[in-house]
């Protein structure tokens, strides 16, 4: 039977990811993960709200589709999950100036294990760009 995608899915895919690959984070503050709104081209985001101290990361209800691999959805928590470690919306130290400077998110990802959920994404991302520039085509002739 598949499994429905829906917030409590999406809060084991991150239970799985911190206890796997990220178990020497400790979590300092409360961390939530939802769907957001259907988004085609921003996959992942994560937010500290400075009032309550509470992380958000918010996922594409895009990814609700179960045409999208699973994998992909763990690589866009993972990705997170990387900003997080390295203080960006976490009340943990900042390790770099920047969320996305040089490489860092991959070589993250790498250094936990990771790589291969990385590769995947590279791949799929790829074709994914092809299918969208055929759907807007599409659209834009199909007036
Ligand atoms: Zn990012």
């Known amino acids: 039977m598949a499994v429905k995608r829906d917030?409590?899915?999406?809060?084991s895919r991150l239970d799985f990811l911190w206890s796997n690959y990220f178990a020497?984070?400790?979590?300092i503050n409360?961390?939530?993960i939802e769907f957001g709104r259907f988004a085609r081209l921003r996959f992942g985001s994560i937010r500290f709200d400075p009032r309550s101290k509470h992380t958000y990361i918010t996922i594409s209800g895009m990814f609700k589709d179960?045409?999208?691999?699973q994998e992909i959805v763990d690589?866009?928590?993972?990705?997170?999950?990387?900003?997080?470690?390295?203080?960006?919306?976490?009340?943990r130290p900042r390790s770099h100036?920047?969320?996305?400077?040089?490489?860092?998110?991959?070589k993250e990802l790498?250094?936990?294990?990771?790589g291969g959920l990385y590769q995947s994404y590279?791949?799929?991302?790829?074709?994914y760009r092809q299918e969208l520039k055929q759907l807007y085509l599409q659209k834009r002739y199909s007036r």
């Open 24 to 27: 020497d984070v400790e979590q």
């Open 7 to 11: 917030g409590q899915w999406l809060l």
């Open 110 to 114: 790498s250094k936990r294990g990771l």
């Open 66 to 69: 179960e045409k999208i691999p």
């Open 75 to 91: 690589h866009t928590i993972a990705h997170e999950l990387c900003h997080y470690v390295h203080g960006f919306s976490s009340p």
């Open 122 to 127: 590279q791949k799929w991302i790829k074709e």
């Open 30 to 32: 409360p961390v939530f």
């Open 97 to 106: 100036h920047f969320p996305h400077e040089g490489g860092i998110i991959k």
